[in-house]
């Protein structure tokens, strides 16, 4: 388990500054290690410190969430207040992010578990393959279940395929390697083959004003349609493959080690929370933002939410709210609420610096990513010192003077800097260094730094 120093510098490779937020969600991290190292009796009676992050958009709230989940590879999900209504209001229920969380946790282990029996399903797959690339192969039959057999839906499956003699037995083995090594060669690819798919369930649904998936709800009743598709053998082997995993997979302990994961490990990154502040006496949309707060507290409190998996506990998940809070305060919300949430962190306005950081430092700077972009058309794009400054200095002034959007003012700068090259270049050319230095950036965006044109500059 990484200790706090370790996770703040994983942090730092993608995430410019607020060493305060990254330090408070890096002992939290950290605490659940400390945690599961302790008695169950002992276990039990601690619970995560919920964490509200405050600060302007764009300046790294999401991204600390998200990377931090990734370290440890922990269920996450991000999700807005807005989005919730009190009850007895058509929308979304909070219990809902719940269910997300646990349905995040099953791909999470389901993906784990394929990567494990990936070996042994690639092999089958390759074989399958083979079987249906084979002359006179046997054409597959839809699977009949059980219950539309008795219902009249379908005939018995027969076993009436005759014996082959030694001597063809022998012929369809040397044919079959043949026909294996030159599938492994690459050459079968656009050969066409028939498989069995699956039909796609029906979509979501609204009942009674909660928005639920019909297909979801049933998939677990209902028998699966099957049905008799071609397609090359390119496209028929990812889902074959697919197939072959979940043959080798385990879904109920899927299941059961998934819920326990999102239990014990989950995190819910909750924006805009500040939206919801504020009381209850307003008209209008306002109506309902207390009641939210209040169906909010009993899941930050910790309860039991019934899942098609099986129930889950809250009690140890750990809740990351966020928001501006511009126009209204922490002390807004409901006590209650803010007692489950006692550690509270600010997060700073970017500076020029920290604009220049962003461009330069981070594994995935947007400067590295346009670079990547315009490379399969043969430019090679790099940006000199003075260059990436000027764009820092234009990004800064861009939020001082409009909306501050954070971070996300450079894809906009850059956006309006390389709009010319993204445009002329089609890889049609041999490769060209293009080279983007000060004066270049001036050119391009300091001719448009005007009242009449600024709107170029908001998103």
Known sequence: MMTPKQIVDALDRYIIGQEEAKRAV????????????????????????????????GVGKTEIARRLAKLVDAPFIKVEATKFTEVGYVGKDVESMIRDLVEESIRLTKTLRMNEVKPAAEAATEARIVELLLPNAKKQRPQVNPLQYLLGAGTAPQNDEPKLSEEEQEKHRSLREQTLARLRSGVLENEIVEIEVEESASGPILAMGVDMDLGSVLGDILPKKRRLKKMPVCQARPILLQQESEKRIDMDDVNRVALRNAEQNGIIFLDEIDKIAGAANHGGADVSREGVQRDILPIV????????????KTDFILFIGAGAFHVSKVSDLIPELQGRFPIRVTLKDLTEEDFYRILTQPDNAVTKQYAALLRPDNVNLSFTEDALREIAKYAFRANEQNENIGARRLHTVMENLLNDISFNANGQHPLIDVVIDGEYVDQHLSAEWSEDTIHKYIL
């Open 26 to 57: 890096a002992i939290a991290l950290r605490n659940r290690y400390r945690r599961s190292c302790l008695s169950e009796e002992l276990r039990e009676e601690i619970t995560p410190k919920n964490i509200i992050m405050l600060g302007p958009t």
């Open 301 to 312: 409190e910790g309860t039991t939410i019934s899942t098609k998996y099986g129930a889950i």
